[in-house]
C-alpha cells in the first residue's frame, strides 16, 4: 500500500463524491477539473473546479510517538517495527462552479456545498484508493470567513491573473503515515525457569 498517495487519492475522492452526487440530482452533463482554475484550464462548461491550493501540518496535533507496525513477511513470519511518528494533515481545497451564466454558477455551487455539508466524512465506503487505514475517517470542513474571507478569496483570483468568482475554501483532514523502519521489536516467545534450592539448581 502506498500510503503517500494520500493527497491524491482524497482529491480523487472528493472530484468521484461530487461528481456522483451531481448526477443524482440530473446534472448528468457536469465536467470536474483539478488543474489551476482559470479559463484556460477549464476548457467546458458548466463545469466544478476542485484545485488543492495548500497542505499544512496541524500544529495541535503533533504526535511524537513512533508508531508499531505488524507485518506478515512471505515466509508467513510475523515482523513487528517502529515508524517515525504519524503527520496530521490539512488539505486545503478551493471549490469554484464554472457557469454559461452566473445564475448557472450559483446553482452549482449550492449544490456542491450542500453535497460535501451532507457528506462531511470521508468513510472507507467511497474513499477512491488504498491509502486510508482501516476504520479510519477524515473530516471535511469549510473555512472560516475569519481565515477566508472577501480579502483572501479576491487575493487568490489575482494571484492567477483571473477574474474573482464567488469560491468557498475546504479543508479534509488525513494522516500520512512513516514507513522506514527504525527498529525492530523482538518479543519473548519462550521462557526457561529454574528453582534453585540449597543443594542446586534442579
Known amino acids: 500500500m502506498a500510503q503517500f498517495e494520500i493527497i491524491k487519492d482524497v482529491t480523487v475522492t472528493l472530484t468521484k463524491l461530487l461528481s456522483e452526487n451531481f448526477k443524482e440530482a440530473g446534472y448528468k452533463d457536469i465536467e470536474m477539473y483539478n488543474t489551476l482554475p482559470t479559463e484556460e484550464n477549464v476548457k467546458k462548461l458548466p463545469a466544478i473546479s476542485i484545485f488543492l491550493t495548500a497542505v499544512s501540518v496541524d500544529p495541535m496535533h ?3 510517538d513512533q508508531v508499531l507496525v505488524s507485518e506478515a513477511e512471505e515466509s508467513g513470519e510475523i515482523i513487528e517495527y517502529t515508524t517515525s511518528p504519524t503527520m496530521v494533515l490539512w488539505l486545503y481545497f478551493l471549490l469554484s462552479a464554472w457557469g454559461k451564466t452566473p445564475q448557472e454558477e450559483h446553482v452549482l455551487l449550492g449544490l456542491a456545498m450542500r453535497e460535501l455539508h451532507d457528506n462531511s ?26 481565515e477566508f474571507g472577501y480579502d483572501e478569496n479576491m487575493a487568490f483570483w489575482r494571484s492567477i491573473g483571473e477574474p474573482i468568482r464567488p469560491s468557498v475554501l475546504y479543508r479534509v483532514g488525513a494522516r500520512l503515515q512513516g514507513v522506514k523502519r527504525q527498529e525492530v521489536v523482538r518479543r519473548v516467545t519462550a521462557r526457561n525457569i ?6 542446586g539448581y534442579r
Open 62 to 64: 503533533r504526535e511524537r
Open 121 to 146: 466524512l470521508i468513510t472507507e465506503s467511497f474513499f477512491n484508493g488504498e491509502s486510508l487505514g482501516r476504520g479510519e475517517e477524515l473530516p471535511i470542513r469549510i473555512v472560516d470567513e475569519t
Open 194 to 199: 529454574r528453582l534453585k534450592s540449597e543443594s
